[in-house]
């Protein structure tokens, strides 16, 4: 597989492109400049986990030196409420960046719509193992006649179909469900869990590990096993996998079949 070094180039070009695209004469679709689909397609495409405590000069400054194709911001570890995230959404989107956000809890895909509601892009799922749990947050994050989403405050900008069916179909396309793999019963569950809707299955190698040594007799005795292992479940998926990595680390996963990295900012040691 081919390392990308990172891009010297503003993730707003994405941005202003994606727009253009989506002003395709009659076609209510997202192209495929799009992060979702940048995923799907199998590009390689690099985020970067922000603290919660950023600020607009902290995210142009960081943008000024590297370029992402988007932001994390963890809920599940960080006194963020829901004011806060509807204001890291505002700055985000106005350097063109989309911001995925890693909930509390598996139990808390009920709140998803809400959180969409205030601007982000997508939703990591922790500590995923079950067919359920899948099933409640696609219904909580897509409109019908895809899920069961309540219409609330729509992703607004040029091209973006303000009418309600139409964002709807727009909203299939951009959405994306990420799924944290952080035990076995989830890494062995993988295949079950790439159903529809379910766009990338990332790594929570602390918690994973902490699992892993309840099993002292499992085949999969390590974090990289289980990376090869979902990557193998994951074949015939369109879903893609993510590592938390460094930028040193990340060709030794990409060459194993990762194509999505999340990697913390320059100046931290660990998302």
């Known amino acids: 597989m081919t390392f990308r070094p990172m891009p010297l180039r503003p993730p707003k070009v994405f941005f202003e492109q994606y727009i253009a695209a989506s002003q395709l004469k009659g076609e209510n679709i997202v192209p495929e400049l799009t992060l979702k689909q940048r995923i799907h397609a199998g590009e390689t495409v690099i985020g970067v986990g922000l603290p919660y405590t950023a600020d607009r000069d902290y ?47 598996a139990r808390d895909a009920y709140l998803i719509g809400n959180y969409l509601d205030l601007g982000l892009s997508g939703i990591e799922i922790p500590s995923a193992e ?36 139409g ?55 390590s974090v990289d096993k289980c990376v090869k292992h979902v990557l193998e479940q994951l074949a015939d998926s369109t879903a893609a996998v993510c590592f938390r990595t460094t930028p040193e680390d990340r060709k030794k996963y990409a060459d194993m079949g990762v194509t999505v990295f999340l990697e913390p900012p320059p100046d931290a040691h660990s998302l």
């Open 130 to 165: 079950l067919e359920s749990t899948v099933d409640e947050a696609t219904n909580a994050l897509f409109y019908p006649p895809t899920g069961r989403r309540s219409w609330g405050e729509p992703h607004k900008g040029p091209g973006i179909p303000t009418d309600r069916v």
């Open 59 to 105: 995210v142009e400054g960081l943008l000024d030196r590297h370029a992402y194709d988007f932001c994390h911001v963890d809920v599940q570890h960080s006194p963020i409420n829901e004011e806060a995230i509807l204001s890291f959404c505002a700055i985000a989107h106005d350097f063109g960046l989309p911001v995925k956000m890693r909930i509390k809890h």
């Open 167 to 221: 964002h709807a179909k727009w909203y299939d396309n951009y959405g994306m469900l990420w799924l944290q793999m952080e035990s076995i019963v989830g890494v062995t569950n993988a295949r079950r869990l790439a159903k529809p809707g379910v766009d990338c299955f990332s790594f929570g190698p602390n918690d994973l590990n902490f699992d892993i040594e309840t099993y002292p007799a499992h085949p999969l005795d």
